[in-house]
């Protein structure tokens, strides 16, 4: 034939779009030309394809080769089309099965020698391939078990330029033999690290019940206390007593993490866990790329927990850029040559000491920081940023009385686990009517004149709190989602007067 037709997948963050790839050959002048809007890596390769063929012996047409990327006005990216051009290519002149070739969506990019190498996203391509109704992708063995995660689609895993063209009937000897797989059957997950074990926090019991209400409800956060009294030994244990994750959701984590260039074979159902480091910059938080995206550790952290230890030290704009995700529970990235959602539904967390030196107002500590340090230490938590934080928690160090009241057993990770599904099960069925399914999700406008808007004594302390300024109406709203956590996790149907009281306490701020 002298037209070559196959498939490739243009990805714009976790979004696919299906792209065409057309291959002729002309009487001009001999060359290798790739049109359809593509950057400066898919340009470069024409040179990779030349020689993967060359040395795969299966050499290109000395006539001029022209590949068009089609549609041309999406912008391409990446050396993940590699394999769809050098087949497109080869069909123009070798007797490749041509409705093979039309079926089949191909991802990869190409070795000199013509081997297979993976490439970052094979998950979310692997997706676009199936939701755009393909039903056969051929990827590099490598990346085999991670596209053998989405339902309904044949995997092929092949090593070589040769084995795939073997595949689609060309008689040559190849090395190696593609592998498929007619049903894409999730391999079975390596062992999971053990996690920390709540159990191992002692003379803390409240910051431990803190922690399970935030874990209950999807609360956002916040400790503040001197070095050493458990803020970071708390925050890592919270994914430990989280729900297991969903198959949609997993399967977004996957997404993500191989958007991200790591290794992905299996789901994981344990919530991700993104801990940056406080000299973060906002672009390392948000995500982003002048061409190939990358997801932030916002998005990485997306069905999980986000940690930031030592939040007096990151940047007052790294801080700000927060705002925005925790509302929508999305981060939209816009850059000159596309815009792109990422999800941004995860838990945060932050820790910070009380002043520079940590010392400030301990038992038994001396602060030697000027008060102007304190109140810019602290002012880098800005108002809008704390008014979305459901959850403040003061923490103080663990003292021999404490450690002698607290006993030998405290509360489990796997105890913990267990009351956090059942309020879960229990706000999920309270709202089974509503697109809400934690209560921090739920809308204030509901929690306030809901169906289930507490009785006029039940709020009567928010009513007071807000009209003497000490609450705003968006802590309002945030104080009644952690009173239903409070109450689904003491079996209640209706909050109670204790219910909200227990969230007074639990935010800070407020006069109790």
């Known amino acids: 034939m002298s037209v070559g037709r196959t498939w490739a997948v243009a990805l714009t963050g976790l979004v696919g779009d299906l792209v065409e790839v057309e291959a002729d050959l002309s009487n001009q002048t001999p060359a290798f030309r790739i049109v359809g809007l593509a950057d400066r890596a898919l340009a470069e390769a024409q040179q990779r394809v030349h020689n993967a063929c060359a040395n795969s012996g299966?050499?290109?047409?000395?006539?001029?080769?022209?590949?068009?990327?089609?549609?041309?006005?999406?912008?391409?990216?990446?050396?993940?089309?590699?394999?769809?051009?050098?087949?497109?290519?080869?069909?123009?002149?070798?007797?490749?099965?041509a409705a093979s070739l039309a079926g089949t969506v191909h991802i990869g990019e190409l070795a000199l020698d013509g081997r297979l190498r993976p490439v970052p996203g094979v998950l979310p391509a692997v997706i676009a391939a199936a939701r755009a109704g393909h039903r056969t992708v051929i990827v590099p063995e490598a990346c085999r078990r991670?596209?053998?995660?989405?339902?309904?689609?044949?995997?092929?895993?092949?090593?070589?330029?040769?084995?795939?063209?073997r595949w689609h009937g060309l008689d040559i000897d190849v090395d190696d033999v593609a592998e498929s797989s007619d049903t894409a059957v999730p391999p079975t997950p390596e062992d999971e690290p053990p996690a920390a074990d709540l159990a191992d926090i002692r003379g803390q019991e409240e910051a431990v019940a803190a922690v399970v209400v935030a874990a209950a409800g999807?609360?956002?956060?916040?400790?503040?206390?001197?070095?050493?009294?458990?803020?970071t030994m708390l925050a890592r244990r919270l994914p430990g007593i989280l729900p297991p994750l969903d198959d949609e959701t997993a399967l977004q984590v996957a997404s993500i993490r191989s958007l991200s260039g790591s290794a992905v074979d299996h789901l994981s159902r344990v919530p991700p866990f993104e801990a940056p480091h406080h000299?973060?910059?906002?672009?390392?938080?948000?995500?982003?790329?002048?061409?190939?995206?990358?997801?932030?550790?916002?998005a990485r952290a997306s069905g999980g927990v986000l940690f930031l230890d030592e939040a007096g030290e990151y940047g007052a704009h790294a801080l700000d850029s927060l705002r925005q995700p925790l509302e929508s529970g999305a981060i939209e990235i816009h850059r000159a040559g596309f815009r792109a959602t990422l999800p941004a539904r995860f838990q945060l967390v932050l820790a910070t000491n009380p002043c520079p030196c940590g010392q400030y107002g301990v038992r038994g500590g001396s602060c030697s920081c000027p008060s102007l340090a304190i109140r810019r230490y602290l002012g880098r938590l800005s108002g809008p940023l704390l008014d979305r934080i459901d959850i403040e928690l003061a923490l103080n160090r663990v003292s021999l009385a404490d450690l002698?009241?607290?006993?030998?057993?405290?509360?489990?990770?796997s105890a913990a686990r267990?009351?956090?599904?059942?309020?879960?099960?229990?706000?999920?069925?309270?709202?089974?009517?509503?697109?809400?399914?934690?209560?921090?999700?739920?809308?204030?406008?509901?929690?306030?004149?809901?169906?289930?808007?507490?009785a006029r004594d039940v709020r009567a302390?928010?009513?007071?709190?807000?009209?003497?300024?000490?609450?705003?109406?968006?802590?309002?709203?945030?104080?009644?989602?952690?009173?239903?956590?409070?109450?689904?996790?003491?079996?209640?149907?209706?909050?109670?007067?204790?219910?909200v009281g227990r969230a007074l306490f639990l935010k800070k701020g407020v006069d109790r």
């Open 146 to 165: 991670e596209a053998a995660l989405v339902d309904g689609i044949r995997v092929v895993g092949c090593r070589s330029l040769g084995a795939v063209a």
């Open 58 to 97: 299966l050499p290109l047409s000395r006539r001029r080769v022209t590949v068009n990327l089609s549609p041309a006005s999406l912008p391409k990216q990446g050396s993940g089309f590699d394999l769809a051009i050098a087949i497109a290519a080869l069909a123009t002149e070798l007797p490749l099965d």
């Open 279 to 298: 000299s973060v910059s906002v672009a390392a938080l948000v995500g982003g790329g002048s061409r190939m995206l990358r997801p932030g550790a916002i």
């Open 461 to 499: 302390p928010l009513d007071a709190a807000l009209h003497r300024g000490a609450l705003t109406l968006r802590g309002y709203d945030r104080v009644l989602r952690v009173a239903w956590s409070v109450a689904d996790l003491a079996g209640h149907d209706r909050l109670t007067l204790d219910d």
């Open 418 to 454: 267990e009351q956090v599904a059942g309020a879960r099960l229990r706000a999920a069925e309270r709202l089974r009517a509503t697109p809400w399914r934690t209560n921090a999700q739920v809308a204030g406008s509901w929690l306030r004149d809901g169906p289930l808007a507490p």
């Open 218 to 231: 999807g609360h956002h956060l916040l400790m503040t206390g001197p070095p050493g009294a458990g803020k």
């Open 404 to 413: 002698a009241t607290a006993g030998t057993g405290g509360l489990s990770s």
